[in-house]
Structures are given as structure tokens and as C-alpha cells.
């Protein structure tokens, strides 16, 4: 399965981010990690799940889209909350901003378009979790494996 996302959509991209009527819906997302349900917290949740990859910055602008009024802090400290608890996964690629996701539970890299920031998710390739296992581990149970591949996406090639 391969998600993928960028600041800005283009139409040959297609969204296969989690759909809330195949799993828990979103209030019991919350009430099970053990987090109060609020409007808010709703609406950064259907951000984050409509838009794989975004920035805190640009889930905050779909949030006032959605309810109007929230600000930054509210919803960086709603993120990392939700991170906490694993209900969402935050990306760091190197030089680029953190990003969110709400693919969690599996073992998945992702692809970055040097020129346009362009995302894609990445299944593992080989095995069912072949980065897992490190030649010398030095004592870790190791549990995750962060890998992001780096290159130029069509458009950018050009």
C-alpha cells in the first residue's frame, strides 16, 4: 500500500489515508487512549487522517477551515498528545518540517521528493520486518525502524 501527499494535491495522486468507518471511529479513538473528546480534538483528528504527511502548520489551517477559531499551541499540543498516545506517527525527515500521519501499527518508510516535498508512504519491502532486525542490536529490543528514501518525483525531474 503506498499513501502519499504534498503541500500542494496534484490529481494523479491518490489518498489512502485511514477511513474512519473501517476502524474505530474517532471518539472512541479518543476515549480509548483515554483522552477527552472535544470538538477540537475531532477536527485535528479528520485533518491529520485527511491529509497524510501535512505539517502542524498546514493541519492548522484545515482546522479553522473546519471550526473556525484554534490556535497553534492548541493544536501542536494536541499533536503531541496524540503522538503520545499512538493514535498518530510524527515524521521528521531530514531539513524538511515534522509531518503527521495516521498510518500507526505497521512497519512503513517513506519516500520524499527532494523538489517538492512530495511523500509517499512505503511499505517494507522484504519480509515482515526485515529493518528490525539490526546485525548488532547492543542490548535493544528494538521495535522501529525509521527509513526514508530520498530522490525527485516526476514533476520535479523535468
Not at 82 to 101: M, V
Amino acid at each position: 500500500m503506498v499513501h502519499s501527499s504534498a503541500v500542494t494535491s496534484a490529481p494523479e495522486q491518490e489518498h489512502l489515508a485511514h477511513d474512519p468507518t473501517e476502524h474505530q471511529s474517532f471518539e472512541q479513538q479518543l476515549r480509548s487512549s483515554g483522552l477527552q473528546v472535544t470538538a477540537q480534538r475531532l477536527a485535528i483528528m479528520e485533518a491529520v487522517t485527511a491529509s497524510p504527511h501535512a505539517t502542524a502548520e498546514e493541519l492548522t489551517e484545515f482546522v479553522r477551515g473546519k471550526i473556525g477559531s484554534i490556535s497553534r499551541q492548541a493544536v501542536y499540543d494536541t499533536l503531541g498528545a496524540f503522538a503520545d498516545k499512538r493514535l498518530i506517527r510524527r515524521i521528521q525527515p531530514t531539513g524538511s518540517p515534522t509531518r503527521f500521519e495516521d498510518r500507526v501499527g505497521d512497519n512503513h518508510h517513506h519516500l520524499v521528493c527532494r523538489g517538492c516535498a512530495l511523500i509517499f508512504d512505503i511499505d517494507c519491502a522484504v519480509g515482515s520486518t526485515p529493518c528490525l532486525e539490526a546485525e548488532q542490536d547492543h542490548g535493544f529490543e528494538i521495535d522501529e525502524a525509521e527509513v526514508v528514501y530520498w530522490g525527485r518525483c516526476p514533476n520535479c525531474q523535468g
